[in-house]
Nanobody
């Protein structure tokens, strides 16, 4: 049974940084790409990033390019989302999810096996 568990969310001031983690279990990392999504109240779920199984392909939403970086440590079965220069508009519940490969666009319908989410709040 594939399981994904997010952690690392919290309250941060504008301009600050957070690193989210997505711990994986129940499957083999060497074939699974992992995406990060976020959903703010009243808004649709938005694809944030995707990283391929061997980290040779990454995708980012335009809204986070240059500020967010996704990486993975396959030895630790963990995927990370480093978020810098955070803005109030980044406030949302952040989720990780698995897919077979990173496509040109990051669409929720292409992903399965979602985590439970972690809250990120950017506020002064």
């Amino acid at each position: 049974q594939l399981q994904l568990v997010e952690s690392g969310g919290g309250l941060v001031q504008p301009g600050g940084s957070l690193r989210l983690s997505c711990a994986l279990s129940g499957f083999t990392l060497d074939y699974s790409a992992i995406g990060w999504f976020r959903q703010a109240p009243g808004k649709e779920r938005e694809g944030v990033s995707c990283i391929s199984s061997m980290s040779d392909n990454t995708k980012y939403a335009d809204s986070v390019k240059g500020r967010f970086t996704t990486s993975r440590d396959n030895a630790k079965n963990t995927i990370y989302l480093q978020m810098n220069s955070l803005e109030p508009e980044d406030t949302a519940v952040y989720y990780c999810a698995a897919t077979s490969y990173c496509r040109r666009s990051i669409e929720a319908g292409d992903f399965g096996s979602w985590g439970q989410g972690t809250q990120v709040t950017v506020s002064s």
